[in-house]
């Protein structure tokens, strides 16, 4: 069996490290532009769900946030019918730096994909899709404090 997580490892880290340089210039630092992307696409999120789709776990959402708070990304709107419950948006600043990291990511896409043909692309994101739902089963097992047994 190949090892297709390690390939798949190595061009997260190529795509994130790319980004984190990119990026730079805005003042955005490793890997907050994944936390600002899923809130200016999904505004109102609250924290929770964030770092579910993100696929982390709590501690590290919230320093993330805390971090786009502190910069002027994104700020936190008490839910009208929860007080204990924040809401993410993103602010003005937020909004200005959202398309050039689309930008970016779209670019990226179409890099990795270079050579492909669109039934290739089709299939290779139908066949990640599978991949990732088959981790989510572990990810949520393991994020329950259960271990897993090999």
């Known amino acids: 069996m190949k090892d297709i997580l390690r390939e798949i490892g190595m061009i997260a880290r ?24 899923r809130i200016c696409e999904n505004p109102g999120i609250i924290q929770e769900k964030l770092a579910e789709m993100i696929k982390v ?12 708070e502190m910069n002027g990304f994104i700020e936190k709107k008490d839910d009208e019918h929860n007080k204990k419950i924040n809401k993410l948006f993103p602010t ?40 990732r739902k ?3 089963v572990d990810w949520e097992f393991v994020k329950k404090g259960n271990k897993r047994h090999y």
């Open 92 to 131: 003005e600043k937020g909004k200005t730096v959202y398309p050039f990291i689309k930008r970016e990511n779209d670019h990226s896409n179409r890099a990795a994909l270079a050579g492909f043909s669109e039934r290739e692309a089709e299939t290779l994101s139908h066949l990640l899709h599978r991949v």
């Open 14 to 37: 190529a795509l994130d490290s790319i980004s984190n340089i990119e990026f730079k210039e805005y003042d955005l630092t490793k890997g907050q532009y994944l936390y600002l992307v």
């Open 134 to 136: 088959n981790v989510e």
């Open 57 to 68: 776990d709590r501690t590290t959402a919230a320093r993330a946030v805390q971090k786009l």
